[in-house]
């Protein structure tokens, strides 16, 4: 079903709307997507790079958390530009949470906020906590940010929270969200943003070889979502999609330019997502390469 629909010529969607009613008209074309067909058709059907990044970013919360409910989440980590559990101050206290997360992807727009926190006694090493909260509930904060120079149609805040009432997420917070997520992320937004310039150059009449070599990019993309996040396999095959992508840069920079100028204005103010955290991926593909002995240079 879902090459079925890739393949096949779909008008997008409109832009211009708020966030949650563009994703809520996602949602009515895909009837209970899994996480990477979420990212990947709501990549193909998105107007703009910002909002394929979206779809990328809930189908990879749906990956981290499978019971996501199918309203807009958001993982809210980062202090003070760290992500380090030694730098978090906030903290989880009898299902309690108090704190600030600096930059929540579309925060304002999210009906449900995964929170990591430190929940450890004072003095004892740093230990982690994923928690849920409501956007608006007693002790939720939500302040919205001033738009970034790319993908300005994805919202980003920040979140305060004062003994606001929680769920914990069961398991280690670090190990089992906080750590793989960086590479889901990276994958399903991948997906979302191959998928989306897939449909520019079917629409703008691209070459078929170009075509062809971002499904073979999108259907890498499937194969290394059947991996677990923490292996260093994934991180290797990630990788290798990764350099995949880079490879296409020039080519697709050519079609753009020589094709539609709206497209080509979309794809040069957002292009800059595809470099979010790319040096922490570059670090967890190094460590990888190690660990499975392939030779480099």
Not at 7 to 13: E, G, I
Not at 101 to 116: C, E, N, S
Not at 210 to 232: I, K, Q, Y
């Amino acid at each position: 079903m879902l090459w079925d629909k890739m393949l096949q010529p779909y008008p997008r969607m409109a832009a211009g709307h708020t966030l949650e009613d563009w994703y809520s008209a996602l949602l009515e074309q895909l009837t209970k997507p899994s996480p990477l067909e979420l990212a990947m058709l709501g990549g193909r059907l998105a107007p703009t790079p910002g909002l394929a990044f979206l779809a990328g970013y809930q189908g990879a919360l749906r990956a981290l958390w499978p019971s996501a409910p199918w309203t807009l989440g958001a993982l809210c980590v980062t202090e003070n530009k760290s992500v380090r559990p030694a730098d978090m101050q906030t903290r989880l206290s009898e299902l309690h949470l108090s704190g600030q997360k600096d930059f929540v992807t579309a925060g304002d727009a999210a009906q449900w906020l995964l929170v990591a926190a430190r929940e450890e006694a004072d003095g004892l090493l740093p230990r982690v906590a994923v928690t849920v909260v409501s956007s608006g509930a007693p002790g939720v904060r939500v302040e919205q940010l001033p738009a970034l120079g790319f993908m300005p149609d994805v919202s980003h805040a920040r979140l305060s929270l004062d003994h606001a009432c929680c769920e914990r997420l069961p398991g280690d917070g670090w190990d089992d969200y906080v750590k793989p997520f960086r590479s889901i992320e990276d994958l399903h937004v991948l997906a979302a943003v191959g998928a989306w310039l897939y449909g520019v150059g079917q629409e703008s009449g691209w070459p078929a070889d170009l075509l062809l070599r971002l499904l073979a990019l999108l259907s890498g993309c499937t194969e290394v979502s059947r991996g677990s996040a923490n292996a260093p396999t994934t991180h290797v095959l990630l990788g290798g999609l990764f350099a995949q992508f880079e490879a296409l840069a020039p080519e697709l920079d050519e079609e753009l330019a020589s094709g539609d100028a709206h497209w080509a204005t979309l794809w040069q103010r957002d292009k800059a997502l595809m470099t979010i955290a790319r040096s922490a991926r570059v670090q967890r593909l190094q460590k990888a390469l190690a660990q499975v002995v392939l030779p480099t240079r």
